[in-house]
């Protein structure tokens, strides 16, 4: 599977604090994913990405932000952190498999707004 | 976009078979199913992947009816270790939607 990496693994910030969370892959994936759990909660899709230069909206992108530096690097910003963005934060690539629905998952940021 | 219903939790012992069912009533014709599973702090972890009728890995079987409006998950024989939340997720056009998830808890 992709090697997926995610720093930090856990935040503390401050309420109006900008914070950028950071993901990296080292197999040479086009696609990257950010997502976002909150407790008894499923993923909900924050952004993608299909290359460097395709970025889309997923499903609640307001309040967030994400840059794709290159190929393997694609980071999720929160310009002035919420305390309700306090959540689990997750980066996916496409699994070996190569097809979109099946993603290999990092390790997960975990993030508290104070 | 087809949205995912599946059970809240569910509980079961080792050694029993435990099936999950997913219910996605509008999902597109070009959709595949696809099932996750999650241990807590953990991403989750690819299981298995169908379009119809039934597929078997070495982990699980996924059973889709004809109309595809649900699917079910079968874990044959669980252990404590397989106590995890299980999706169900389907994909519309390529925006993955996850449903709650179940949360399976396997006593001994």
Redesign the interface.
């Known amino acids: 599977d992709a090697d997926v990496t995610q720093t930090p693994r856990n935040r503390i910030t401050k309420t109006g604090k900008r914070i950028m969370l950071e993901c990296s892959q080292t197999k040479g994936h086009d696609r990257m994913y950010w997502y976002r759990q909150d407790p008894g909660l499923g993923l909900r899709l924050i952004y993608y990405s299909f290359d460097v230069k395709d970025i889309n909206k997923g499903e609640i992108s307001d309040g967030y932000s994400v840059s794709r530096q290159a190929q393997a690097k694609f980071s999720l910003s929160l310009e002035s952190a919420i305390p309700n963005q306090t959540a689990l934060y997750f980066c996916a690539t496409p699994s070996e498999r190569g097809d979109q629905e099946t993603q290999y998952f990092g390790p997960g940021t975990r993030l508290l707004v104070l | 976009l087809a949205k995912t219903t599946q059970p809240i939790s569910m509980d079961s012992y080792e050694g029993q078979e435990v099936n999950i069912t997913c219910s996605h009533n509008n999902i597109a014709t070009n959709d ?1 199913i ?1 099932w996750y599973q999650q241990f807590p ?6 299981i298995i ?1 169908g379009y119809k009728t039934k597929v078997t890995n070495e982990v699980a079987s996924l059973f889709i009816p004809a109309d595809r409006k649900s699917s079910t998950l079968s874990l044959p024989r669980v252990s404590l270790s397989d106590t995890a939340v299980y ?1 169900c ?1 389907v ?1 519309p056009l ?8 179940t949360e399976l808890s396997v006593k001994p």
């Open positions: 595949y696809t702090s953990q991403g989750p972890r690819f992947q999706y997720l994909a390529g925006k993955l939607i996850f449903g709650q998830g």
